[in-house]
């Protein structure tokens, strides 16, 4: 090795060394990290007909995506679905006339009339996903999630909360499972307009109603109440 005149072997390992530490310290400190994904719209208002992950937010100057193919899944991996407003009738996620498809959280859909509707559709999962400030009261499907006319949809481990008017509604649908989730915030916590369904372990608090609507014909099982105007109301 040629070192420069006056530079020492050993002087010129201390550098290097000092160099690599003030490297690794900016490195730790996000200074010579890649950018943050900035949001994007690109896939508002698509059919999704193959396995999506998110990689950046989507901001929507109108409705979010609707997977339209059976057997697929929308990963969230951590972003959200954001709408333009809470008023017009935009949707977050659409899923009509599926089979056997999955929506994946972590991640957040918000600010659509309804953040995701299940309809005339079977075989269908939403675990983790924060659905929130979605609807207004004035709305009937001002809605967190709405299912409609739909069997074998199992909702999981989702944070439901502050919604207009329900959390979570189910009509005219058989074999849902809605089991650990929290809904809170909204006119109904849970509505039922259906039965042959199971409601289990969730966590229900600050709504003006926590279940609404009939139970009969339903299974409701170790789900835990807290300061709920009423707890159960027609």
Known sequence: ?????????????????????????????????????????????????????????????????????????????????????????????????????????????TNFRTGIVIAGSHDVTVTRVSVMGNGLSGFLDGDGIRVLSSTGVTIEKCDVRNNGNDGIQIVASTGVVLKKNDVSGSLGGINLAAVGNQIEKNTITANACGVKGSTAGNELKKNQFAANVADFCA
Do not use: W, Y
């Open 1 to 109: 090795m040629i070192l420069a005149k006056g530079l020492s072997s050993t002087r010129l390992v201390s550098m290097m060394s000092a160099s690599l530490l003030i490297g690794a310290m900016f490195l730790s400190m996000g200074v010579l990290a890649a950018p943050a994904t900035q949001p994007s719209s690109a896939l508002c208002g698509t059919a999704v007909v193959t396995n999506l992950v998110l990689s950046s937010d989507l901001v929507c100057a109108g409705s979010g995506i609707t997977l339209a193919a059976d057997g697929i899944t929308i990963a969230l991996n951590g972003h959200s679905i954001t709408g333009p407003s809470r008023g017009p009738p935009l949707v977050g996620i659409r899923v009509v006339g599926r089979a056997g498809v999955s929506i994946e959280g972590p991640g957040t859909v």
